[in-house]
């Protein structure tokens, strides 16, 4: 009989499973699900979705917007048992019908011809396609629409799509910033179009400006789109009235947790609770971290999971705690790891 070697993967899952059962080993679990049968069968579980192909889209080396900010994410929230809690699902592939309601048909018809059978095509200083990129910004859209499905379905309370690239700076026909698609706005635009929303949030804490996002939603009062952003940097854009549905806070350099909680409850929670979203979306980014070098803002972990509790907590009293997060930047792997993990310990209710 030939040697079969065992499923490295099937392994680790199964010593940390057995270590989620002791609660001594783990200070960041609080679910009362305890027990030998698996959690996975007694809870409504969030949602985890990923792919391995948005991981085989690269831009060269030391481009710090890389394929192991994805491995860094899902080692720190294995290890911290967090994956337990949650069901993964493999992003699916988003259609033209679907990026046409964010995009134009022309720019999405460009940007598919422009895939290169090998080496790169440059779309801006810092943005590039390799032959995978196409794939992978199809399925970083496509974990957004399938989080719309399974939130509004009933089948999950929450999502985080674990995906790459990031989307917030691709505007309706540009793409730039290490941005293709705007996977936020195309899930945003299918939660409105085909499951019939009136009303969705879009929160954005990355440290640079969301400006696709705004350039998408400028005008379209179903979205309320919320931002901080740190001024004077990349894509130097946000400081401008763009209307009654955008809700702009830039705060300058180094201005720290206190200014950041400070602009999320003075002008996040009061335009929110206004709004009575059916649906929040939030494009996180995790590059305000005071050790990622991206920025200046001078944010700690602590901001991450104060700010998601803030926003879990307006979605339980507005919409049935329903919360779609995408990752967006972030690039200092550890800080990224460990601000993901807070971020999602709140998003799964384990806090
Ligand atoms: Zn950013």
Redesign the pocket.
């Known amino acids: 009989m030939a040697y079969e070697p065992p499923d490295p993967y099937f392994s680790i899952q199964v010593v940390l499973y057995q270590d989620a059962l002791n609660p001594a080993d783990l200070d960041c679990i609080s679910l009362p699900v305890k027990g030998p049968e698996s959690p996975k069968e007694l809870v409504l579980l969030p949602a985890f979705i990923t792919h391995a192909d948005c991981a085989r889209h690269e831009m060269g080396a030391h481009h710090p917007e890389c394929p192991e900010r994805l491995g860094a994410i899902n080692d720190m929230l294995l290890v911290k048992g967090l994956l337990d809690y949650m069901n993964t699902y493999d992003a699916p592939l988003a259609t033209t019908e679907q990026l046409a309601r964010a995009h134009s048909t022309s720019y999405v018809s460009e940007l598919m011809d422009a895939s290169p059978l090998e080496g790169y095509h440059r779309v801006d200083p810092d943005t590039e396609m390799n032959p995978f990129t196409l794939t992978a910004a199809l399925r970083a859209a496509g974990a957004a629409v399938q989080a719309t499905d399974l939130v509004l379905s009933g089948e999950v309370p929450t999502a985080f799509c674990c995906v790459r690239p990031?989307g917030?700076h691709a505007e309706r026909s540009a793409a730039m910033g290490f941005c293709f698609f705007n996977n936020v706005a195309v899930g945003i635009r299918h939660a409105l179009s085909a499951h019939g929303l009136e009303r969705v949030a879009l929160i954005d804490f990355?440290?640079?400006h969301g400006n696709g996002s705004e350039d998408i939603f400028r005008g379209d009062e179903r979205v309320l789109m919320c931002s901080i952003f740190e001024q004077g940097i990349y894509p130097f854009s946000g400081d401008d009235a763009n209307g009654p549905n955008m809700v702009n806070v830039g705060l300058p350099s180094r201005s720290g947790s206190n200014a950041f909680r400070d602009a999320v409850t003075r002008h996040w929670l009061p335009a929110l609770e206004a709004f009575k979203p059916q649906l929040i979306y939030i494009s996180a980014?995790f590059?305000g971290h005071r050790e990622d070098d991206?920025?200046n803002l001078g944010l700690v972990e602590a901001d991450y999971e104060w700010v998601t509790q803030q926003l879990l907590s307006l979605a339980r009293r507005h919409c049935q705690g329903r919360v779609i997060s995408c990752l967006?930047?972030?690039y200092v792997l550890s800080p990224l790891a460990r601000s993901v993990s807070a971020h999602v310990k709140v998003l799964i209710g384990a806090d």
């Open positions: 990031p917030h990355d440290v640079h980014g590059d991206m920025g967006e930047g972030g």
